[in-house]
């Protein structure tokens, strides 16, 4: 099995819509109603309308860069809605869908792709961190916090309701780096409460997954002990029910648990790359078919689930959300000047206070010499 | 405190709370009593534990504590700091122990861009009050890599605060301070000097702890000796050198003021450019090498600051502009007292 290969995926629902029966892991996802696999296509559709957004508005100018989650959307919804408090998520850069489940304000994200901070949410109080975009380092961060949920008494307590754990998101080219395999010796020997969650889009910027690895990303696991599993990462139902078993075996404290979601990147890695360089467009007219979104739309059409009424209330939340994406984005000003100085340490530290001391000086100098004038 | 009037037999050492001990005796002392002080406290790394670490600094707290608290880790130094920063996330005040200087380089990447930045851009929103303790620089005949002087390259890292004790009343006092710092410390322990003793008042810190901002201490500087003919700014293992090039010096008539920095982030040039002032002649002295170190941005400052008064240029007495070389080299290498003494006569010869 190489790592390209598709073979091996859990999968609950085919490329035409229908169910696959799978006894193993249909209790995982047995509680979907209709209305819940509404909820998914209404969140992927979001997902992908803030995206297009994103992307059309760095194009104009207006952001410095965007990386597209584009044709991942049901590898991080079916994922982002198996989490629950007080759980917590580790994001690389590219989970926008998961930030939708943790209600992060969409719009709100592009501060740090438009220059102007380089977090933009309060991690806490939605339980997601910030992007890290040194690749691989946040699974360190994870496995840290993870432990520490552990120590916290907040894993296998007794009362499944109230046991949380950890769930990392990273990418396939990740996984040469030694902080992540770091990550899996100091989970497993710590038995952390901790979901490993690796998108793989099959490419590190431009090199296919089989300059990381000779084996699937899944298999990486065995050597850390760390039971795995391989899931069809476009099919929202599948990831949903291999997340919901991971989290609960974390969260019992069983230790950790890797999941290889097998996707595809649809856009370049991000704005500035240029994915016909490396790829054929038949290989992405295979992947097309494979789209998450519309494979739960037939499904829902066959259940006939999907009444017009709610497709057009999808449709119209969705322009509205781009319609605030653009005026958000294009009405930030320039937080004050000074404010670049803020929060370098917790206390004062004697190198800042005199740089930012100096450089209010120098500006006010311009100030005064306007006034003379 | 109050109950120490009532152990009648020894209620006058009891008071006093001073003790001789070693500067690794000391480290320890102070671990414990930050353990003792916050249950939050944890130490971490390779041979912490049950060994008590390769220097014996965590002697016995591993059977004091309990190996939840004193925690030995995989060997892998990225993991060490990056798991560290994820438990600070939660609360806890990791001191993590790197085993020796040169081997903190694979957790250079975590210090740099990952615990030094997370509160920039968190907006404050996530404190990371971890502790990396070093034992670093050289000269106790060691093989490669277990003698490096890394200050500078943290130094230059906004974010991080780096400090180094040169007696063991500082070495108990400044680890605790950096255990409850709400940033960041680098806490580089020179390791020749693990076995100097001195006397240690264990009372003194506590209630500087009690107090708002008692961390900020950690960033003073402080005149080891008076002197008024020449400065020398040394700190961590230089400071005793630069204490016997006083002593020579003194003997030969010349009067040197020892400024021990303490601190490296932030670093109290304050206190280094009044002294500038008042003696006109200053020698750096550290280990690292000269070129591109805390010596040339110390120069640079009291240039800028305090020109008109220098009767001489600022002196570096440090490593050269090489790896650290061979131990048998190593004395020489190093600012040795005559080579600390022969730049005093040079700034004198002004």
Redesign the interface.
Known sequence: MGPLSDDGLVQLLDVDGTRVADPDWEPYASHLTPEALRVFWRLMTLTRTFDAEATSLQRQGELGLWVSCLGQEGAQIGSGTAIREPDYVFPSYREHGVALTRNVDLPQMLTLFRGLEHGSWDPAKHSFHLYTLVIGAHTLHATGYAIAMDKDGLVGSGSPENDGAVICYFGDGATSQGDVNESFVFAAVNNAPLVFFVQNNQFAISEPTTRQSRVTLAQRADGFGIPRVRVDGNDVIAVHAVTQWALRHARSGQGPVLIEAFTYRMAAHTTSDDATRYRTRAEEEKWRQRDPIDRLEKHLQQLGQLPDEFRTAVEAEAKALGKRTRETVKAWERPPLLSMFDHVYAEPHAQVEAERAWFDRYQQSFIDEGSHA | MTDTHHRVPAATEQESAVRTMTMAGAINAGLRAAMERDPKVLLMGEDVGQLGGVFRVTDGLHKDFGG?RVID??L?E??I????????????R?VVEIQFDGFIF?AF??IT??LA???????????LPVVIRVPFAGNIGAIEHHSESIEALFAHT??L?ICSPATPQDAFDMIQQSIF???PVIFLEPKARYWDKGDVDTDAVRTRLDAA?A??DI?RARVARPGTDVTVVAYGPTVRTALQVADVAAGEGTSVEVVDLRSI??????TVIRSAKRTGRVIVVHEAPTAHGVGAELAARIGEEAFFHLKAPVMRVGGFHMPYPPSKFEHEYLPNLDRVLDAVDRVMAH
């Open positions: 939840d880790t995989p892998a990225s993991g700091v990056g798991t560290s920063i994820g438990m600070a996330m939660r609360g806890y990791p694979p990447n975590q861009t990952q930045k997370m509160h920039y851009r968190s907006h404050g929103s996530i404190q906004a974010g605060r710092a709400p940033d901002a961390t900020a960033g982030s932030p670093l109290d040039a304050a």
